[in-house]
């Protein structure tokens, strides 16, 4: 979609004129350069009982060469930029090519900038389809392309805000399509081969693949030993952007599972939904759409990613329950659960964060189905060793509406998982209580102390119940499928500082 700016000029294919209740009359400028029936058609369209400006109400006026769509709001001060930017999807997700591919959107008397702004993204984000598998329609009618209107006091500053909304949702899209490809498609160096690629062009990006062979060299056998049954190799991918900006200085450091598709292993799932499991790499999509965002958003700041890619299969050469893994920190696991994979590789992923001087260290991963048990679809999990950290990110999280919700971090589950008989850790808890805990405990015995003090500053977000998208789920900036989870908030989040 190409997005721009104006003034009241352009009348579009499409028109849409969301207003607030109580809208009887149409506000100055909506109707600005229609033809004169048109604009009596419309202004009829507002006087008329069957419009009142309540939140859900639409109205659409066939004139002769424009669609003008009318949108309730509701109460203009109970307007958020949540609802502001739902509306917005829910509205583009309506419109249909057949009258045109030009939208106008009139924000005139009562709006806001920052709900001006909601209500553009919500359409960007909507934006999407994946649909590189399917027959192309005969009769492609061509990209959207959308200009937002407001009046001229505000266009410069809506201006810039909608060119960073834009740049943060290429990193949002590419999240839902390295998301939504299937296994057979994107394996751990296929992950790999599309990150190097991604950096080739870009002189302020580093992409360093370590191989299979770099892996055992480097002793990082939670990542081996959880990929080693599949035919396509483990891999880690480091992306660093302006890596030689202050060298000196702390930078985040942000982690993803990137298990390209988890069967359980030997342990293996049973055959329902298991289709979804290709999604068990979300995680690592984030992180990939996360620099892409920062890139496109021309960020100066340092930042390190990790993904830790796997493939978790079944086969004569797939690891066992029972078996004990030595991991890249030293301590030792003892597998309980081949399933139990994500924290075996990010054991591997978190313990190197350790090692790149990092201000703090944020894991993204669809680790446990526990998480969705407890907060459905509606908040990733937000685990943390640092009260600061944690605010920051429930706060970056309740302002793009990516809500992380806090968990517990508590002893009793550290416990659980560091009493194996035979070996440091355990992969799987003692019972089926507090799941999301039990992995969080157990991750957070691979976060470094600095210097022999107090641990590095760490967040998990166990995005298992807000990657994906499968049935009638609420997140509507996305229609099916990935949904770039975690980028515009971790985006926020690194760029406010
Ligand atoms: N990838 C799954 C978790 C998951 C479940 C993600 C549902 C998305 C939707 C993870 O690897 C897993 O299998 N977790 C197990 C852990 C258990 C064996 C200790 C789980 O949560 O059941
Ligand atoms: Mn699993
Ligand atoms: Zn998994």
């Not at 440091?424 to 089926?432: E, T, V």
């Amino acid at each position: 979609m190409k997005v721009t700016t104006s003034g009241f000029l352009d009348t579009g294919d499409i028109m849409i004129i969301p207003v607030f209740e109580g809208s009887n009359k149409a506000p100055n400028n909506a109707t600005t350069n229609l033809s004169r029936s048109a604009s009596i058609s419309v202004k009829s369209a507002f006087a008329s009982d069957s419009f009142t400006g309540k939140a859900e109400e639409s109205l659409s006026v066939w004139t002769k060469n424009c669609q003008v769509i009318i949108i309730g709001m509701g109460k203009k001060d109970d307007l958020t930029t949540k609802k502001s930017r739902d509306t917005g999807a829910k509205c583009f997700a309506s419109l249909s090519k057949n009258h045109g591919t030009k939208i106008v959107v009139r924000y005139t008397s009562g709006w806001k900038i920052n709900n001006m702004i909601a209500f553009t993204e919500g359409m960007i984000l909507r934006d999407y389809v994946f649909d590189k598998y399917q027959k192309k329609e005969e009769d492609d009618k061509g990209p959207w392309s959308l200009i937002g209107q407001t009046a001229e006091r505000y266009e410069s500053a809506f201006r810039s805000a909608i060119e960073n909304v834009y740049s943060v949702a290429t990193g949002v899209h590419l999240a839902r399509d390295l998301g939504n490809e299937p296994a057979n498609k994107l394996y751990p160096e296929e992950f790999g081969r599309r990150a190097l690629e991604w950096a080739k062009d870009k002189s302020n990006v580093e992409v360093e693949v370590w191989d299979y062979n770099r892996l055992k060299k480097e002793g990082m056998y939670g990542l081996i030993e959880v990929g080693k049954g599949s035919i396509h190799k483990p891999c880690m991918v480091f992306f660093r952007l302006n890596p030689n900006f202050d060298i000196e200085a702390e930078v985040p450091c942000i982690v993803g599972k990137g298990i390209t598709f988890d069967s359980g292993g030997i342990s293996i799932k049973g055959s329902a939904g298991m289709d979804e499991m290709k999604l068990d790499m979300h995680g690592s999509a984030t992180v990939f759409g996360l620099f892409q965002a920062l890139y496109a958003t021309g960020y100066t700041g340092r930042v390190n990613g990790i993904t830790c890619m796997a493939e978790n299969m079944p086969s004569a050469e797939a690891y066992r329950p029972g078996d004990v893994i030595n991991t890249y920190s030293g301590k030792t696991i003892e597998v309980l659960n081949t399933d139990a994979e994500g924290r075996n590789v990010l054991a591997d992923g978190l313990w190197k964060a350790g090692e790149l001087n990092p201000s703090y260290i944020i894991d993204l991963a669809t680790l446990t189905g526990s998480v969705v048990v407890a907060l459905g679809h509606e908040a990733t999990g937000l685990f943390s060793n640092n009260k600061l950290l944690s605010q920051k990110i429930q706060n970056v999280g309740d302002e793009v509406d990516e809500i992380s919700w806090p968990l517990p971090l508590l002893p009793a589950f550290e416990k659980q998982m560091t009493s194996s008989k035979i070996a440091d850790l355990r992969n799987q808890g003692k019972g089926r209580w507090g799941g999301a805990s039990q992995a969080a405990g157990f991750l957070k015995q691979f976060v470094q102390e600095r210097e022999g003090k107090s641990q590095i500053p760490w967040a998990h977000l166990d995005i298992a119940g807000t990657a994906g998208i499968w049935g009638g789920e609420t997140n509507v900036t996305v229609s099916h499928g990935a949904t770039g989870v975690q980028v515009r908030a971790l985006h926020l989040l690194i760029t406010q500082g």
